[in-house]
């Protein structure tokens, strides 16, 4: 059950994200940050969430259309051009028909596809909007992702069950390393609506905070977030006209699986006990308790950094790992190894390793 | 990394068809000539293009409340294509899954949903909205075989199926599991009939794919799965090595959310590079399955693909579109064609495009038609694309000696 992705000499050249902290490229300054009042529709008493705010897209693009766009493929469009500029890659420069997008998400454009129930329900299935359909498909933001900025490199939309995210990295990864892209814009996000907000609250998976503005996130328990995070992955070594590549870190290695126990197979990952080694852990999926703490310890040993799941990232559930893995490089800009650990219940574990640089 | 290692072969096929169950059957049918669409008004009142309802009731194997009609397809053919397998091998626990889908469970899903969520759920809708996300379709196929390697679902549209297959095969080279499930599922349901529909998509009579009089695409429902491993690990199990996955690659026309690019280059260059990374000459491949969905746009574009892809050989390529037998099954095409190229290969029967009198002008090609032709395939290309732009080509190979 071990899976094992060897000898990735993949670097994290760049960094951009629509998150509950606003659009930002490059790392994300620390703050603390608070579920607000949801006011999109109308709910039965206090509902938080932590929400992107409102912001016009071509504030931060200049001559971004976006109009005819669901949130998630304009926060794509924005997410990826922020990285990218982050990364100082002149895509003028870059041949584009070797630059991937891989794009993770759990729910894809699931506001359109609401807003395509809704017309079916007013005008029947017969009556429904064209223009709507197509943008309702889960690939509608990464191809978005590939008209505006030109990249006919492959082109994937994944989704699994708890690591879609971490999925999207290793996928990514291995297109390099086969020689199928030579540059690749990583993505992984979604956008919170009501029925997706109401499905966490009928299942019961709602922290209290999401009830009551005086329970501290920090409290745990899983609060719905949304957002889209990027970042560029190139090949070790690659310059494409640069004058000087900053790394962020290098990812060095992954496993991934959907069942079995993370504890042994993630200590054989890291070969052995690494003194500076900080565990950034994620839950993986949507649960009010979640032993990836205490797996992580077991891993790492007593003296390891234990970094608990951040509740504005976990909120994404599924697509999580970006945010974390940005939030993490935003808190720990040492050097030294970093393990990115989720596991949570039944669906299995996925752990990134990576070189901070 | 040994030749074995990185040689890719699919020792197992899994297919749910509206010819039923297996690909004996889908073979079968498709030499019989058989034409499996019908009025969809049949099973969707209301919906006037045709498509191709599954003729075959579900085994119960794959009938658990909280999987979707997608989820059932695929279990069902995962479970097919390791029939004759041991399923209690290490190999075989530790493998993964990439399975595509486009509409997964929103086959599940009223639009009440959209007027009042929380009611939907509480009338019954909470366990059938849990199988909307694509994921559980990748998850549907490791819980029903029972399998713990790493799971991922694709959505690119219509090219999904293809690509699962191609992602798949990267992971295996990557060496994270010892083998792979990889294929397409999806269920026919009103949204995506009333989505095509709305487009003016369908043609209300069966498809007629590269005709010059074609009218537009069926819609229609099933599911591939394939079962990938190196040639190494299939030796060392002594398993049947169906045929070899020579190469795969992947592209995006960048052109337009929907459209093709009108000349073709986005698929142009996807078989180029395909051809590229098989090692193989553009006079070497013997026939091409085809996207070949019967719309204006996409044939055209497609047939402009072959002229740039296949320019110089000695004789025109052999192409045809098997989705005029039983439709456009979205998510599960790509895996399907796959299913359907590698029987061509080992049976060396090509099918031809059903209903194609009046074909496009397209001298590099030689569009299949009438009878079934019989040859010796050694090499074939599938080739998918769709909406966003994405293309994915498969070549495959006889198996090895």
Known sequence: MTTNSPGININITGIGSVSPYGPLAGLIPPSALEPIAITAWPTAGLRRAFLVSPFRPASVVPGLKTRRLDRLSAWALVASTLAIQDAGIDLSQVDRSRVAVVFATCFGCVELTEAFFQSAVAHGWSGTDPSTFPETLANAPASHVALFHDLRGPNITVGSRGFAGESALLQAASLLRHGQAELAIVLAGDVLTRAVYEWYETANLLSPACYHSETSPEAGGFIPSEGVAALVLEAAGRRAGRAKVRSYAQLRSGRWASGGQPVEIVRQMLGGSDPSLTVCTTNGAPCATSPVTAVAREIAGDGAIIVPPQAVAAGLSDTSALLHLILALSSRPNSGQMLLLGTSGDIGFAALLLELR | ?401
């Open chain 2, 1 to 401: 990394m040994t030749d074995l290692q990185k040689t890719i072969v699919v020792t197992g096929v899994g297919v749910v068809s509206p010819y039923g169950i297996g690909l004996d059957c889908l073979q079968e049918g498709m030499l019989s000539g058989k034409c499996c669409l019908t009025p969809a008004k049949d099973a969707y009142p209301g919906f006037t293009g045709t498509t191709a309802p599954i003729c075959v009731p579900l085994p119960a194997e794959g009938s658990r409340s909280r999987y979707s009609r997608t989820d059932r397809l695929a279990a069902v053919a995962a479970r097919d294509a390791v029939a004759h397998f041991d399923c209690e091998s290490a190999a075989f626990r530790e493998s993964g899954v990439v399975m595509a889908s486009t509409v997964a469970g929103l086959t599940e899903i009223d639009p009440e949903i959209a007027q009042d969520p929380a009611a939907w759920y509480r009338r019954g809708g909470l366990s059938r909205a849990a199988s909307y996300p694509v994921a559980h379709v990748a998850d549907a196929v490791g819980e029903h075989l029972g399998i713990c390697g790493p799971r991922c679902a694709v959505s690119v549209a219509c090219a999904s199926g293809a690509m699962a297959i191609a992602l798949a095969a990267n992971l295996l080279l990557d060496g994270v599991a010892p083998m792979m499930f990889a294929g397409g599922s999806d269920a026919l349901c009103p949204f995506t009939l009333s989505g095509f529909s709305s487009l003016q998509a369908l043609d209300p009579s069966p498809c007629r794919p590269f005709d010059q009089n074609r009218k537009g695409l069926n819609l229609g429902e099933g599911s591939a799965v394939l079962v990938l491993e190196t040639l190494a690990g299939a030796r060392a199990r002594d398993a049947n090595v169906l045929a070899v996955l020579r190469g795969w690659a992947m592209t995006n026309d960048a052109f337009h959310p929907t459209a093709p690019q009108q000349q073709g280059s986005g698929l142009a260059e996807c078989m180029r590079r395909a051809m590229e990374i098989a090692e193989v000459g553009r006079g070497e491949i013997g026939y091409v399955n085809a996207h070949g969905t019967g719309t204006p746009l996409n044939d055209i574009a497609e047939a402009n693909a072959y002229e740039t892809a296949f320019r110089g050989r000695s004789l025109p390529i052999p192409v045809s579109s098997t989705k005029s037998y039983f439709g456009h099954c979205l998510g599960a095409a790509g895996a399907l064609e796959a299913a359907i190229t590698i029987t061509a290969i080992r049976s060396g029967a090509l099918f031809p495009t059903l209903r194609l009198t009046d074909p496009i002008e397209s001298p590099g090609v030689d569009w299949l038609r009438g009878e079934v032709r019989r040859q010796p395939l050694p090499l074939a290309m599938s080739a998918s694309a769709g909406f966003g732009g994405s293309n994915t080509v498969l070549i495959f190979g006889s198996g090895p000696a």
